[in-house]
């Protein structure tokens, strides 16, 4: 069974460009999570989805960033005009729908905004 | 106070050598406690859960005080492989949300 990819897994971007990461949860699970690490920083959480509803986005940094999951299955991200802050690894978790068990994390994706 | 507080580490330990990691997490509706390891440019990959009554996996123990707030790690007998970040990881809220530790850098040396 495939886990939790991401794409892509490294993206370069200048100052005020836009940028869209992906995200592809396991089979079956209704809960997908976005979760950054910057530099030097713990893993943050920005948001989570149960289907294609966006349960709590408590930790979205600002309105330049935009999260879907369309249709309750892939998720993307797209931080738009990228500010140099915004760089870190973006990791993205999916777990299942009784929600107490673990969560299962992606690859993450390295942003790196110059 | 931060949700989640580990020991800031780094933890430089020698082969053969137990350590052990402490946790402390604020929200006391916390439900379900995690280990997670983290290799460096990876991702965060489960360790182990920590149950109430306490669970070991081979050379790894967790342990869970509620009342305390308190989660631990025990490894034996370390190898080098061991190095990571090990991460303290609190559900709470039936799932709503996963808050992750700062995490503790273990390097076990030959």
């Known amino acids: 069974e495939a886990g939790v990819t991401q794409f892509p897994s490294h993206s370069v971007i200048e100052k005020g460009q836009t940028v869209t990461l992906r995200c592809d949860p396991i089979?079956?699970?209704?809960?997908l999570y976005w979760y950054r690490r910057v530099m030097g920083k713990e893993i943050k959480f920005l948001l989570h989805?149960?289907?294609?509803?966006?349960?709590?986005e408590s930790g979205m940094p600002n309105n330049r960033f935009l999260a879907e999951r369309t249709g309750g299955t892939y998720s993307t991200l797209k931080v738009q005009p990228a500010e140099l802050e915004d760089s870190g690894v973006y990791f993205c978790?999916?777990?299942?729908?009784?929600?107490?068990?673990?969560?299962?994390f992606g690859q993450g994706t390295r942003l790196t905004v110059v | 106070r931060k949700e989640v507080e580990q020991d800031p580490g780094p933890f430089n330990v020698p082969e053969g050598a137990t350590v052990a990691f402490n946790c402390t997490y604020s929200n006391s509706a916390s439900q379900s406690f995690f280990w997670y390891r983290q290799d460096c440019r990876k991702e965060p990959k489960l360790l182990m859960s920590?149950?109430?009554s306490g669970n070991e996996d081979g050379r790894f123990t967790a342990q869970l005080n509620r009342a305390s707030q308190y989660i631990s790690l025990l490894i034996r007998d370390s190898k080098l492989s061991d190095s990571a970040t090990y991460l303290c990881?609190?559900?709470?809220?039936?799932?709503?949300?996963?808050?992750f530790g700062p995490g503790t850098r273990l390097s076990v040396l030959p």
């Open positions: 920590v149950y109430s």
């Open positions: 989805f149960v289907k294609e509803s966006k349960q709590d």
């Open positions: 990881v609190v559900n709470y809220n039936y799932g709503q949300n996963f808050v």
């Open positions: 089979s079956g699970h209704d809960n």
């Open positions: 978790a999916s777990s299942q729908e009784t929600g107490l068990g673990e969560a299962f």
